[in-house]
């Protein structure tokens, strides 16, 4: 099936608007023009994480902060040019290197295309961009970050940038992964755990083997009976759209500001969790030092989002 008729199967009588998609995935856009060499692509697991690394080539400083992303175009086949964004696993360097994890989607065109590239392969590439994770200096808070999958990227570099810096502040890290096979990247987290002042890291398998024991079941299970507070944190919810929104949703209800909810969807961008799936992962947190505006509201009150009172 050529690429007019996969476009036309997905949206049927969209005739010029399927020929202007074609243009753009035909169309190199001037923005990738970055170039980066593959320096080592190693894989991590057998269920299809592979790790990347990589050096600037052209010339240009490669200036990151922790939570940015890299936008990578490639000519992946008939397909035409496709482009998509990849934090960055490493902390920021001076040496022009970087590296990526990348979950390699079956059938999905970049991913698979990455995961395809040898030492000596040349990439286009745009950025870094996208917002920093470090929070502010003047802040107390502490950091509570949930991931899912590959969304962990992110995190192992700003944890790194964080313990060079001697932030004292508890970090805790929540990892929603799969199945046992998922896990990678141990030893680093062991190596963050000593490094850094107060860090301490939990995975959470939703298909856990019988003799694991960590964490069970989707992080949006596991995690909230584990949250004794909600207040005087951020939360960072890297990965999977339906588990950030998901989370995002019960975190506002129960009184989180959304100024301290950091969220970076990697897919599923278009999801929204309904009311019941809301009320009942509302119901497994423990924590009530927030004033609620749900449970306000449910018990007769005004509807206040954000934490305000009327
Ligand atoms: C800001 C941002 C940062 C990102 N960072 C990373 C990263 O560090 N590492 C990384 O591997 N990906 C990352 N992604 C996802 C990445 O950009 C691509 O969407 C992904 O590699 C799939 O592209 P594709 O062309 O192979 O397949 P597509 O045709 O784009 O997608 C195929 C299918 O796979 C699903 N999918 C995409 N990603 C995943 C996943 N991780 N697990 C399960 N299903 C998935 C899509 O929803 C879609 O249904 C990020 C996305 C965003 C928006």
């Not at 949930?146 to 192992?156: D, E, K, L, N």
């Amino acid at each position: 099936m050529g690429l007019r008729d996969r476009y036309q199967a997905r949206s049927p009588g969209m005739g010029p608007a399927i020929d202007d998609a074609l243009e753009r995935t035909w169309t190199k856009s001037s923005r990738y023009d970055r170039v980066a060499r593959v320096t080592g692509t190693r894989p991590l697991t057998e269920t299809g994480t592979i790790r990347m690394s990589f050096e600037v080539v052209d010339g240009q400083p490669f200036t990151l902060k922790p939570g940015q992303f890299v936008g990578i175009q490639a000519l992946v086949g008939d397909l035409g040019y496709r482009k998509s964004p990849y934090c960055v696993l490493s902390p920021p360097s001076d040496d022009g290197t970087f590296e990526l994890l990348v979950r390699v989607v079956p059938d999905g065109p970049l991913s698979c295309y990455l995961s395809s590239l040898s030492e000596g392969d040349e990439i286009n590439f745009r950025g870094p961009t996208g917002r920093s994770m470090v929070p502010k200096d003047d802040e107390t808070t502490q950091l509570c970050l949930i991931a899912t999958g590959v969304g962990i990227s992110p995190f192992m570099s700003l944890v790194k940038v964080l313990a060079q810096r001697g932030f004292d502040r508890p970090i805790r890290l929540y990892w929603g992964l799969r199945l046992a096979d998922d896990i990678c990247l141990i030893d680093e987290l062991d190596d963050l755990v000593n490094e850094a002042v107060d860090f301490q890291y939990q995975i959470s398998l939703s298909r856990p083997p019988e003799d694991w024991t960590g964490l069970r079941g989707r992080v949006t299970e596991s995690v909230p009976p584990l949250l004794e507070k909600l207040g005087d944190r951020h939360f960072y919810l890297v990965g999977n759209g339906a588990m950030n929104k998901e989370m995002s949703g019960a975190l506002s209800d129960l009184g989180v500001s959304l100024h301290e909810i950091y969220e970076e969807h990697y897919f599923n961008l278009k999801y929204q969790p309904d009311p019941d799936t809301l009320r009942e992962l509302r119901s497994r947190f423990v924590a009530n030092d927030l004033f609620s505006p749900v449970a306000h509201q449910e018990a007769g009150g005004w509807l206040v989002r954000d934490g305000q009172r009327p």
